[in-house]
Nanobody
Framework: QVQLVESGGGLVQAGGSLTLSCAAS????????MGWFRQAPGKEREFVAA????????VHSDSVEGRFTISRDTTTNAVNLQMNSLKPEDTAVYYC???????????????WGPGTQVTVSS
């Protein structure tokens, strides 16, 4: 069983920055990758970025490439999402997830955090 808790969300003006963090506990050996997804009101959940736990290989969605950066800290079992140049369309609940494969598909991730709200004002 893996427990995930996100933090760092909040209200920021367009063009600003936020850093989200996901603390993982009870991490199993089957955890290969960690991902960030987001869901805006009335929209489907959307892939944001993912990283392999050991090798640090990353993948970012086209919509955040060059603005967001995912990273991990293996000493603290945390995954971070540095978000720069935020836009109003980045407003969503952001979720951290843990899975056994590096993927952009949400069904590949078995464990999820409760989410943290990010609101970007124009």
């Amino acid at each position: 069983q893996v427990q995930l808790v996100e933090s760092g969300g909040g209200l920021v003006q367009a063009g600003g920055s936020l850093t989200l963090s996901c603390a993982a506990s009870g991490r199993s050996d089957s955890t290969y990758a960690m991902g960030w997804f987001r869901q805006a009101p009335g929209k489907e959940r959307e892939f944001v970025a993912a990283i392999t736990w050991r090798g640090g290989r990353t993948v970012h969605s086209d919509s955040v490439e060059g603005r967001f950066t995912i990273s991990r800290d293996t000493t603290t079992n945390a995954v971070n999402l540095q978000m720069n140049s935020l836009k109003p369309e980045d407003t969503a609940v952001y979720y951290c997830a843990s899975g056994s494969i590096l993927s952009h598909r949400d069904y590949e991730y078995a464990y999820w955090g409760p989410g943290t709200q990010v609101t970007v004002s124009s």
